[in-house]
């Protein structure tokens, strides 16, 4: 390690994304301590530049620690891994052929510890958990954040407290507890859990580490950014779909490429950015298309898809400033479309997709037809998360795509 501990010594320092107030790393941090806001990590790119050659990558393993120059923590620092990072970017040529774009690829992260993207925030804010030498975790969740931070915390041995909207699907509540979390169901959406949280887990001994909360997770789910670049040849695609929540994976994105074009990995054209949301919980969408600069909060929030039902994203203006600085737009999609999504993910691409990953194909759909997707474009949409913990959705994907008689026959032949 070195004179900063365990942190990167070309981390330099944390920065608001709204006032530019700086911190240092010496003691925990949160948010900004002068306005609120989210605290973003700012790297010496020049130094990291000259000391990270983009060819000597290989070097450095599979999985996300590939990227390690521009992740916060020291060479030397023992990190919490569990394998996270590093998954697939597949080619899709059927449904390319069928939605009408020139390539379209899928980045499959259901292969991920506790087979979803989140593995990748958690892992870092575990990490900082552990270099700050603090001896527990806590966050409201919608599942699948949950899962990852329960099993980072077991193997980093701290506590993990966990606030999860009571028709969270079944599977994540069962798998936190497996992994040694406490686990709290309330009424509501993740805002009440959020809510909930506060009293349950209060500060200092329990670290919130929600969503943009804390500046780690970001870290980890800008990672998403650098495979994509350097798993399609450091040539970017044209456009990226993402299923927009609470925004860590779509701000991240937009931070990698950034990073990335001033590191002089990457050039010309950056891909613009598509926030993919339900048209039952849509607030990303609703802001952008009246050319707000933050978002109000969505009443009433539903959607199978429970990774999308946050009504009101804390990191507003940074997931809009990242979609409209890309030139990208936003699109909420129909429960239906997203079931149809993901029932043509798994025949098609043998993709067992979540509603999340089904929603980012349904919204290509829409926008190939509109004509704000071109015939030559090269596209990138996303499974964040393995279906097998949304059986439910399954089950109703299935009705809808076959017929409820055929369903329930097969359901009850089980
Ligand atoms: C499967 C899945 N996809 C997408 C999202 C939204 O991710 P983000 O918060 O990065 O917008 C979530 C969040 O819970 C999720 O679980």
Redesign the pocket.
């Known amino acids: 390690m070195n004179a900063r501990g365990p942190f990167n010594p070309r981390l330099l320092t944390l920065e608001c994304s709204e006032c530019r107030a700086v911190c240092d790393l010496s003691a925990p941090r949160s948010t900004c301590a002068a306005c609120g806001r989210p605290l973003v990590a700012r790297y010496d790119l020049e130094a990291i530049e000259r000391e990270q050659p983009r060819d000597a990558l290989g070097r450095n393993g599979a999985d996300l620690w590939r990227y390690r120059a521009v992740l916060p923590f020291a060479e030397g620092f023992d990190v919490v891994r569990l394998g996270e990072g590093g998954t697939p970017l597949l080619p899709l040529p059927r449904i390319a052929r069928a939605t009408g774009v020139a390539e379209l690829w899928l980045k499959e992260e259901s292969p991920n510890p506790t087979h979803?993207?989140?593995a990748r925030g958690l892992s870092l804010a575990v990490s900082a958990a552990r270099a700050w030498g603090l001896p527990a975790v806590a966050l409201p969740?919608?599942?699948?954040?949950g899962s990852a931070a329960a099993a980072y915390a077991a193997a980093a041995g701290l506590g993990c407290r966990i606030v999860v909207p009571a028709d969270t699907p079944r599977a994540f509540v069962t798998e936190a507890h497996a992994l040694g979390a406490e686990v709290k169901l309330v009424p509501g959406t993740i805002a009440d859990a959020g809510k909930a949280l506060a009293a349950w887990a209060p500060a200092p001994r329990w670290w919130n580490v929600a969503?943009f909360k804390e500046p780690f997770r970001l870290e980890g789910?800008k990672t998403l950014g650098y495979e994509i670049a350097e798993q399609g040849g450091w040539r970017l695609p044209d456009a990226i779909f993402?299923?927009?929540?609470?925004?860590?994976?779509?701000v991240g994105m937009a931070r990698a490429f950034d990073e990335m074009k001033q590191l002089g990995w990457i050039r010309g054209p950056m891909p613009r950015l598509i926030a993919v949301q339900s048209e039952g919980c849509a607030p990303v969408v609703r802001a952008f298309e009246r050319g707000e600069p933050d978002i109000a909060p969505w009443a009433d929030a539903a959607t199978v898809?429970?990774?999308?039902r946050?009504p009101s994203p804390f990191a507003d203006r940074l997931i809009l400033r990242s979609i409209r600085e890309s030139g990208g737009t936003a699109v909420a999609v129909g429960e239906e479309e997203m079931l149809q999504g993901m029932a043509d993910l798994a025949r098609e691409a043998g993709c067992f997709a979540?509603p999340?990953?089904g929603a980012t194909l349904a919204a290509l759909r829409r926008l190939s037809a509109s004509g704000a997707v071109g015939s030559s474009e090269r596209v990138v949409i996303f499974n964040?998360?393995s279906g097998l913990k949304y059986l439910e959705a399954w089950r109703l994907a299935l009705a809808q795509t076959r017929g409820p008689k055929r369903a329930a026959a097969r359901e009850g032949a089980r």
Do not use: D, I, Q, R
């Not at 969740?141 to 954040?145: L, M, Y």
């Not at 898809?305 to 999308?308: D, P």
């Open positions: 979803s993207f989140k969740s919608a599942g699948n954040a969503t789910k993402y299923p927009t929540g609470g925004g860590t994976g779509l898809a429970s990774g999308l946050v979540c999340e990953g964040t998360g």
